[in-house]
């Protein structure tokens, strides 16, 4: 019998099927299932990698939506002091 635990976010890193999420997302988990706006579909997820340290976890689909829409990345070189940043989550509960 499989107990769901909760839910958490992330994003789509590469057209693989790369999920990027918080390691106190999946941790103690064993099976993982993403969703994707304006989707119905369910699709299971394995992870591939963690980082407890730094709460970064890397989940990779295990069948993939017909349309991923990887996140687009900056550059820091454009960064100037002051502008503003976001942080979502809450680790600690």
């Known amino acids: ?3 769901p635990q909760g839910a958490g976010s992330g994003f789509v890193y590469d057209d693989k099927g790369h999920i ?3 390691y106190h ?3 103690g988990g ?3 299932v993403v ?3 304006n989707d119905p579909k369910q699709y299971k997820a394995k992870i591939v990698g963690v980082a407890p340290e730094k709460d970064v976890a890397v ?8 349309k991923l829409s990887p996140i687009t ?3 820091s070189k454009d960064l ?8 979502i989550g809450s680790p600690f509960g």
């Open 35 to 37: 969703t994707f706006y």
């Open 30 to 32: 064993s099976s993982f």
């Open 1 to 3: 019998v499989e107990v």
């Open 25 to 27: 997302v999946v941790q």
């Open 73 to 75: 990345f900056g550059s």
């Open 59 to 66: 989940l990779k689909l295990e069948e993939r939506p017909a």
């Open 80 to 87: 100037q002091v002051g502008q503003y940043s976001f942080a």
């Open 20 to 22: 990027i999420t918080n």
